[in-house]
């Protein structure tokens, strides 16, 4: 088990170096540069800007001069366009701001999703069920940019609620963004939740606990859940990654100062080194995720061990 | 300066967003502000405004209106000029002017103080000057100090900085040398490049010298504090040393760019006090809505958008063609009903108040005459004219442009027009490329005023030396060069006024570029917010004389 996790924590490391490398010669052959702007930057500034961030030095080296950099000092380097801050700042910053919403967003997606989920699954073919299904496909289709702005219009602006319309520092900035973010991840956890329930309550082992003459709840809740959730663990991983990386739309939204917001903003600013930053960021949260996960499959499924 | 990029930013973005959304509502009838407030001060002066995030607060480095937002507040220089266009001293008491217009002296005002304590003298000029002239300090206004002696040489690496043209004589007195007699350089030293510095915060703290807590400034607001992303405080500043603002607090938001409809959002729901531009989604809704009525400010800005013509592709070395081109376009519509934004029709490249403009001599709106200028050039029914490419940068509002330009010539004078569109970086990039330059044929630009000065104008924009720069390709007149030269010299400002008005008339009668309309700027303002105004140049927002009204 330990060895079994040893052994993917190491195998980040040639997938963050894949990202590297991708990521570096993307953004060398990406057209315009952090100092094409309308009045043309002099020559000789250009040099000296160059020269300050290593540009002038050939591909290769820049390439592993970044790369001992992060290796050696963590340093993901300055950013371009703010140049009162490094990329470390910038992801010090904002990106436990992303964790804070992401994480109340999913707690809320995973607490309702999956009792929903059950709900629809017991219910099936219900009114109930109809009900939850549309909303759920509801969620799961329409996008953040619309969400947020319409509860902005109709909760705020329409029926007059005391939330602020975005901003960050109190409970009361979360509560749009957490619902806007919480919706989409709760349809999917719901609809996988519910298609996993439908199979696993056919199985024979819960017509078994059923025949015992144990009590539905506890059929449903020790026998079923545990092995309904397998799949929707999966998801939910993958979902939760996604999540606390921030979402560009929910933060441009609501102006909060998280860090999804900078994976698109340091393209358009060609400023390498937040994007550079950003990317091994949200790589290595994505792999740790897949790594817990998995883990995650050996604790619920006595089937799963790993050697 | 350029075009601002933010708005076009913004109304991409906003397209794919809550323009969508918010747009296919219908406006809601909220209870409405008493539309004249009660009268008297409030008790708590307080503003709330709406910012992005300013790509840095160092005065030697900003190029962009939001960065000025907050400097302007922050910081002070020698002079400065009203609406009027009247200088006044503000840290320069009084000041000389050699004969020869070569040697400004200037002579600072006792009792004035950095936000530490220190008193600003001749040296902080004379240092932040060679600083932001150094190449090092890659500061992208440097070319703002270039008339001063040795600037240029400094400025592309062939001369030490110490050897700038300026020298604190002593604490309080300043002499700047200029390399030749510049009439616009008192316009030049009311601008940001040129304020002075505080050397202690820049050389200890480095890049970082502008956070909160480590920045000193001296004007009338000082930094109380500034949280990435999210809001930039400034209070009064009660050491200040010359008149004090009425307000107490002036608290940016941070919005991500681009986030208008937001901006507007919070507005309404009384989060901010000022919303700065209204997103062209918005419009309709907000000029018919009869509650936000007296709420809506209007501003000129000191700019012109226009269409750049390469001057180098044969069919378009033809003043006559360039003419037609532009008479044939319909400014008033394109502004109301395409692009939705507020502006002026342009006749002239020139925006109001810079000298030697006279509107009244170029080409004016006329599809006949525009026709009877391409049968004139050989094009009748603009037959054997080429296809022509106009090329933009990502953006609704350009693609909006291109389609009226699309079928408006097509129409009038039978031009066809394919349209190229690019995104930002790359289409800077690629206007610079030698192959751009010879293969283009029409695009987008503008230019705002970075200060109020004919010489920003005619020679920055128009002199053949600017060729290849950033608007003028492949034009040349050597009489103009010459009138513009001489003019940018002349200290007589009569006879300033006379050569500018030959450069104007010169324009006029080549027209080397299509003008399309002067920018303006439309603000929402709160009713209790008094004196909310911006500055003709770069639309910044002077906070010195708000103040709020009780509610």
């Given at each position: 088990m330990w060895k079994y996790a040893l052994k993917r924590v190491l195998l980040l490391i040639p997938t963050l170096l894949a990202v590297y490398t991708l990521v570096f010669i993307l953004f060398h052959l990406?057209?315009?540069?952090?100092?094409?702007k309308e009045r043309p930057v002099p020559e000789s500034v250009q040099e000296y800007l160059n020269a300050k961030y290593g540009l002038d030095k050939p591909l290769w080296q820049q390439y592993v001069d970044y790369l001992i950099g992060v290796v050696t000092r963590l340093d993901l380097g300055p950013s371009y366009k703010y140049t009162h801050l490094t990329v470390r700042d910038i992801i010090g910053q904002f990106f436990p701001n992303s964790i804070q919403v992401g994480l109340i967003a999913m707690a809320i997606a995973v607490t309702l999703g999956i009792t929903l989920g059950i709900l629809s699954a017991i219910k099936q073919n219900t009114f109930l069920d109809y009900v939850l299904m549309f909303f759920a496909i509801f969620g799961a289709t329409v996008p953040t940019f619309v969400v947020g702005p319409l509860l902005v219009w109709l909760l705020?602006?329409?029926?007059?609620?005391?939330?602020?319309?975005g901003g960050w520092g109190?409970?009361?900035?979360?509560v749009l963004p957490v619902i806007t973010l919480a919706l989409g991840p709760m349809a999917v956890l719901a609809r996988y939740t519910r298609a996993s329930m439908l199979e696993v309550i056919r199985a024979d082992y819960i017509r078994t606990a059923r025949a015992k003459g144990l009590p539905e709840g506890v059929v449903i809740v020790r026998h079923a859940l545990k092995n309904a959730l397998i799949p929707v663990i999966t998801v939910a991983g993958v979902i939760l990654a996604v999540v606390i990386t921030g979402s560009f739309y929910v933060e441009f939204i609501f102006s909060i100062?998280?860090?999804?917001?900078y994976f698109v903003t340091s393209v358009s600013n060609r400023d390498y080194p937040v994007l550079m930053g950003v990317s091994l960021l949200f790589a290595t949260v994505i792999a740790l995720m897949n790594l817990i996960v998995d883990l995650a499959y050996g604790f619920l499924d006595p089937r799963i061990r790993y050697q | 300066m350029r075009e601002f990029n933010r708005r076009e930013f913004l109304v991409g973005m906003t397209g794919t967003g809550l323009a969508v959304v918010l747009a296919a509502c219908t406006p809601t009838q909220q209870?409405?502000?008493?539309?004249?407030?009660?009268g008297g001060l409030a008790k708590e002066q307080v503003i709330r405004i709406p910012l992005t995030e300013?790509?840095?607060?160092?005065p030697g480095l900003a190029t962009d209106t939001v960065s000025l937002d907050v400097i302007v507040q922050l910081f002070d220089g020698l002079v400065g000029f009203d609406d009027a266009g009247n200088i006044f001293g503000i840290h320069a008491e009084k000041w000389d002017v050699s004969s020869d217009g070569i040697t400004y002296t200037f002579y600072l005002r006792p009792g004035i103080k950095w936000s530490n304590g220190r008193p600003i003298t001749a040296q902080d000029y004379e240092w932040a000057w060679k600083r932001n002239i150094d190449?090092?300090?890659?500061?992208?206004?440097?070319?703002?100090?270039?008339?001063?002696?040795?600037a240029q040489a400094i400025h592309e690496g062939?001369?030490?900085?110490?050897?700038?043209?300026?020298?604190?004589?002593?604490?309080r007195t300043l002499e700047v040398t200029l390399e030749a007699p510049a009439a616009y350089f008192l316009r030049l030293a009311?601008?940001?490049?040129?304020f002075p510095l505080p050397r202690e915060a820049i050389e200890k703290?480095?890049?970082?010298?502008?956070?909160a807590g480590n920045i000193v400034t001296n004007g009338a607001f000082k930094m109380s504090s500034w949280r990435h992303q999210q809001e930039i405080v400034l209070e009064r500043n009660?050491?200040?040393?010359?008149?004090?603002?009425?307000?107490q607090r002036a608290v940016y938001r941070i919005f991500p760019e681009g986030a208008e409809e937001q901006v507007l959002a919070a507005y309404e729901n009384d989060e901010l006090d000022v919303a700065r531009g209204i997103p062209p989604a918005q419009v309709d809704r907000i000029l018919n809505d009869p509650k936000f009525k007296d709420q809506i400010k209007i501003f000129d800005q000191s700019g012109t958008m226009f269409i750049a013509v390469n001057n180098r592709r044969p069919h378009l070395r033809d003043p006559r063609v360039r003419k037609a081109l532009g008479m044939t376009l319909e400014r008033q519509v394109l502004i109301d009903?395409?692009?939705?934004?507020v502006a002026k029709p342009a006749y002239s490249l020139q925006p109001p108040g810079?000298?030697?403009?006279?509107?009244?001599?170029w080409p004016k709106e006329d599809v006949e005459a525009a026709r009877r200028l391409m049968a004139d050039a050989g094009?009748?029914?603009?037959?054997g004219f080429p296809e022509i490419t106009f090329t933009y940068n990502t953006s609704a509002a350009w693609k909006a442009l291109g389609e009226y330009l699309q079928q408006r010539w097509q129409q009038t004078l039978g031009i066809k027009v394919k349209l190229q569109e690019m995104e930002w970086r790359v289409f800077l990039q690629w206007r610079r490329t030698p192959e751009a330059s010879q293969t283009y044929d029409v695009y987008r630009g503008g230019w705002l005023s970075?200060?109020?000065?004919p010489n920003n104008w005619y020679n920055v924009l128009w002199?053949?030396?600017?060729?290849?720069?950033?608007?003028?390709?492949g034009w040349k007149n050597p009489d103009y060069d010459r009138i513009v030269r001489q003019a940018r010299a002349e200290l007589d400002q009569q006879k300033r006024a006379q050569l500018y008005a030959q450069a104007e008339k010169i324009l006029a009668d080549e027209y080397p570029a299509i003008p399309v309309y002067h920018y303006g700027a439309r603000h929402l303002v709160k009713p209790?917010?008094?004196?909310?105004t911006i500055s003709r140049i770069l639309g910044f927002a002077p906070l010195r004389d708000v103040q709020i009204l009780a509610r």
């Open positions: 990406t057209p315009g540069g952090p100092w094409d705020i602006l329409t029926l007059g609620v005391g939330l602020p319309t109190t409970p009361r900035h979360l100062p998280g860090i999804g917001q | 209870p409405t502000q008493p539309s004249q407030p009660a300013p790509p840095t607060l160092d190449p090092k300090t890659a500061s992208d206004y440097a070319t703002t100090l270039f008339p001063i002696k040795n062939k001369a030490n900085p110490q050897t700038l043209g300026v020298r604190a004589r002593d604490d009311s601008t940001w490049t040129m703290y480095g890049d970082k010298w502008t956070e009660e050491d200040y040393w010359g008149k004090k603002p009425t307000l009903r395409v692009l939705k934004v810079i000298m030697g403009r006279n509107p009244d001599i094009y009748p029914n603009g037959q970075d200060y109020e000065d002199d053949s030396a600017e060729d290849p720069g950033v608007f003028n390709l209790w917010v008094k004196n909310w």
